[in-house]
C-alpha cells in the first residue's frame, strides 16, 4: 500500500508493477492536482490516469468516500472507467481532449447541467460509505485552523463566521442528492470525441444539488444571465425561491473556496514545485502558490457579497 512519506520514483515503481498491465508500464507525470499526484501510465498501447491521494481530514476527504464516489459516477457512465483500486491508489481511462476553461463551461453549459441532472439522479448506483458533503461544517473547520495557526486571514474570521451562519439559515429543508462538490473547470473534461465527463472525486458526497449549479457560475466566473440559465437548463424554469437557493449557495461555495485555499497554506505537504507547477497550468497570471488560489477566490466572494450578501442580512 503506498504510504504518505513514499517518494514519486517508490510510487512510480509500485504503479509500474501492478498485474493491471498487459506489459510495460511507462509513468510521465500529471500537473493539475491542487490535493493529491497523478501520472499518465502508458500500457500496451493505452493510457490511464494513476492518481493517489491520502486521507485530508481539515478538508473532509476520507479515500474510501472517494473510490465509492468514483466507482459509482463510472457506473453512471459520468466519469472515466475505474480500472483498479487499492488504498490511496486508483487507476482510470485517460481522457485526451483535456481540462475545459471557464469560456468552455459557459459554452457547454447544457451538456454540463445534462451530467448534473444524471449525476443527482444517481444516488442508488453508490455502494460503500460515500460521505456527506455540507460546505457550512467546512468553513467551521477552516475558520478554527485560521485561529489555531494564527492564518494570515486571522483578522477576517470572525466576520466569515457571521456570513456562514447567516447563509446556513437560509437554507429550505431539502432532499440530499449524490453531488460532486469540486466543479471548477479542470474537473470537467472532454474526451477525443468532445463528450464532456466528470473527474476529481475528493468531494463526492450526498449534499445539496444547489452547490454544484452555484459552482458553474462562480467558477466560470460567469454573469447573473449565465447564473439564470444553470437554473433554467436543469429545472425548466427559475422562480425566486430557486433563484435565491442559487444564491446563498454561490455565496458559500466562494467563501469555502477562499477558506480552503488557507486551510492548504497552513496544512499541505505538496512540494512547493508541484503546487507552483499546477496553479501555473490552472490559473495563468496568478500567484503561484496556495496564496494565488486564496487570493483569487477571496477576491470572487468579495465582488458575490457586495452584489448579493444584503438580500440575506437580517435574516431571523
Known amino acids: 500500500m503506498i504510504q504518505v512519506d513514499w517518494t514519486d520514483a517508490r510510487v512510480e515503481a509500485h504503479v509500474a508493477g501492478l498485474s493491471l498491465w498487459a506489459g510495460a508500464a511507462s509513468l510521465a507525470p500529471l500537473t493539475g492536482g491542487l490535493c493529491n499526484r497523478s501520472w499518465v501510465v502508458t500500457a500496451a498501447g493505452r493510457r490511464y490516469v494513476a492518481r493517489v491521494g491520502f486521507d485530508i481530514p481539515i478538508h473532509g476527504i476520507h479515500q474510501t468516500s472517494v473510490q465509492a464516489a468514483m466507482a459509482a459516477a463510472a457506473g453512471l457512465g459520468l466519469a472515466p472507467a475505474l480500472r483498479h483500486a487499492e488504498p490511496n491508489l486508483t487507476v482510470v481511462d485517460f481522457l485526451d481532449g483535456g481540462c475545459m476553461t471557464s469560456g468552455d463551461v459557459i459554452a457547454n453549459m447544457p451538456a ?37 495557526r494564527r492564518s494570515r486571514l486571522l483578522d477576517r474570521l470572525a466576520e466569515v463566521e457571521r456570513i456562514n451562519t447567516l447563509l446556513e439559515r437560509a437554507v429550505r429543508p431539502f432532499t440530499p442528492v449524490f453531488t460532486h462538490n469540486d466543479l471548477v473547470p479542470q474537473n470537467l473534461m472532454f474526451d477525443g470525441q468532445r463528450r464532456v465527463w466528470l473527474v476529481d472525486w475528493d ?16 467558477n466560470a466566473d460567469g454573469g447573473e444571465a449565465d447564473d439564470r440559465r444553470v437554473l433554467e437548463l436543469y429545472a425548466g424554469r427559475t422562480d425566486e ?21 488557507m486551510a492548504q497554506e497552513l496544512t499541505s505537504k505538496l512540494a512547493t514545485e508541484a503546487v507552483a507547477a499546477s496553479m501555473g497550468a490552472l490559473y495563468p497570471g496568478r500567484e503561484r502558490g496556495y496564496e494565488g488560489y486564496t487570493n483569487l477566490n477571496g477576491e470572487r466572494f468579495e465582488r458575490s457579497w457586495r452584489r448579493y450578501g444584503g438580500a440575506f442580512e437580517g435574516n431571523p
Request: glycine share 14%.
Open 203 to 218: 468531494y463526492g458526497g450526498f449534499g445539496h444539488p444547489m452547490f454544484d449549479l452555484a459552482a458553474l457560475g462562480a
Open 241 to 261: 425561491a430557486a433563484w435565491r437557493d442559487f444564491l446563498v449557495f454561490k455565496l458559500i461555495l466562494s467563501l469555502r473556496e477562499w477558506l480552503w485555499g
Open 112 to 148: 454540463v447541467v445534462e451530467l448534473l441532472r444524471a449525476l443527482h439522479g444517481g444516488g442508488a448506483a453508490v455502494a460503500g460509505t460515500l460521505g456527506t458533503f455540507w460546505p457550512f461544517q467546512a468553513i467551521r473547520r477552516y475558520v478554527a485552523l485560521g485561529r489555531a
